[in-house]
């Protein structure tokens, strides 16, 4: 028996049989690949108990259309390591209001500390809403930010959309509302996960980095900037590259080197600014090959291309962080390079979805392309 399910009743049975002699099964596909044998194997199976539900379970898309074209009834995807169905119902960071969010509020107490005014409005306006969840609506005055609630109440805090697109790090601004919320998740320290997403050209590594280096440098929140992310093939050796590990992760970390000259383009000596600058904010190129074991203490780190790390990979990285430790996760999940994830198996959207509700977690939907009208327009048409 399989083990019993919620409702304390057994749910199954798990039978493992011997394969079918080739000449017994079903000749459909020819079986010279090893998908073709279990999909005649399942054939086999369904024409001889026809009075029952026979059903291939896998995740390789190809072997389900195979399958079905050669005649089996039931296909199905492995579903267990997915949160969501679809990718339109992953979690933004934020929620938009249509029209004037204060002219849908009935009744409003507010409190004020110094420069921070919270608000406390009835929960039914928000009933889906989590921590550090951004609030926006139609006009150009309101944004907010869900610092807590209860049974009755929702609290928020009065950010204002002028005071969102004024932050900046390093010299860098925010240009549109959401570079202003994912910077001001960024630069809180009371957060300890942030989780940015979007397209291609949204900023998503460049104020990571930006502010990465105000905190470390001017700031001193944090001892040191460690920079990691996976290399191809799902985060398999990078043995083969010469030299030492952070030589080795050149290649794979450029969009971080390619930031770093952003930032510093108009200083006199680019070069001799971004050797001062790694060595001032003790930057680290690590593999995540070697974060297993490891304990990061009062570091800010910053794992780019998310998309294409598995959940248990994520993990990994995501228990190494120690005290006084700030992880910045970053990801486009159009841009997905593994033959094993999709969208919906993503460690990134399992860490979105799984963090939505942990208070020192922040996600922001980085929307909108700032790269150049090139990036913008292959993002929409390509």
């Not at 026979?54 to 199905?76: C, F």
């Not at 397209?199 to 280096?213: E, V």
């Not at 600058?277 to 090959?289: E, G, L, P, R, T």
Request: charged share 25%; proline share 3%.
């Amino acid at each position: 028996k399989l083990p019993q399910n919620d409702d304390q009743h057994p749910s199954g049975c798990l039978a493992i049989i011997n394969d079918y002699a080739l000449e017994k099964t079903a000749h459909t596909l020819s079986f010279n690949e090893n998908d073709n044998r279990i999909i005649n194997a399942a054939l086999h199976i369904q024409e001889k108990t026809p009075n029952k539900k026979i059903v291939l379970v896998t995740k390789d898309i190809n072997m389900r259309l195979k399958a079905k074209g050669a005649g089996l009834a039931h296909v199905e995807d492995y579903r267990t390591d997915q949160l969501i169905d679809d990718i339109q119902f992953l979690t933004k960071g934020y929620h938009q209001f249509e029209g004037d969010f204060w002219q849908q509020i009935k009744s409003v107490d507010s409190e004020t500390e110094g420069r921070n005014t919270t608000h406390y409005i009835a929960k039914e306006m928000i009933p889906l809403t989590y921590i550090n969840e951004y609030l926006l609506d139609d006009g150009d005055t309101f944004a907010g930010k869900v610092t807590g609630w209860d049974d009755d109440k929702v609290s928020i805090l009065d950010l204002g959309r002028d005071r969102l697109l004024a932050k900046s790090a390093w010299g860098i601004n925010a240009k549109n509302i959401y570079q202003g919320m994912a910077m001001d998740a960024l630069l809180d320290p009371t957060i300890d996960l942030v989780i940015l997403t979007g397209p291609a050209g949204s900023g998503k590594t460049l104020l990571a980095l930006a502010t990465a280096l105000e905190q470390v440098i001017e700031r001193g929140l944090y001892d040191k900037i460690i920079v990691t992310r996976s290399t191809p093939e799902i985060a398999e050796s990078i043995g083969f590259l010469p030299g030492t590990e952070e030589e080795k992760m050149a290649p794979w970390l450029a969009a971080i080197t390619d930031s770093l000259e952003v930032l510093h383009q108009q200083d006199e000596s680019m070069h001799g600014s971004l050797n001062y600058i790694m060595d001032k904010a003790n930057i680290q190129f690590k593999s995540v090959n070697f974060m297993r074991g490891r304990s990061i203490q009062n570091a800010l780190v910053l794992l780019d291309e998310c998309q294409n790390l598995t959940a248990a990979q994520l993990k990994t990285i995501i228990t190494r962080c120690g005290e006084g430790t700030k992880l910045v996760c970053s990801g486009n999940l159009a841009q997905i390079d593994s033959n094993y994830l999709t969208a919906v198996t993503s460690g990134l959207t399992y860490i979105v979805e799984r963090f939505k509700n942990f208070p020192g977690s922040a996600t922001v939907n980085l929307n909108g392309v700032v790269r150049s009208r090139l990036a913008s327009f292959a993002e929409e048409n390509l």
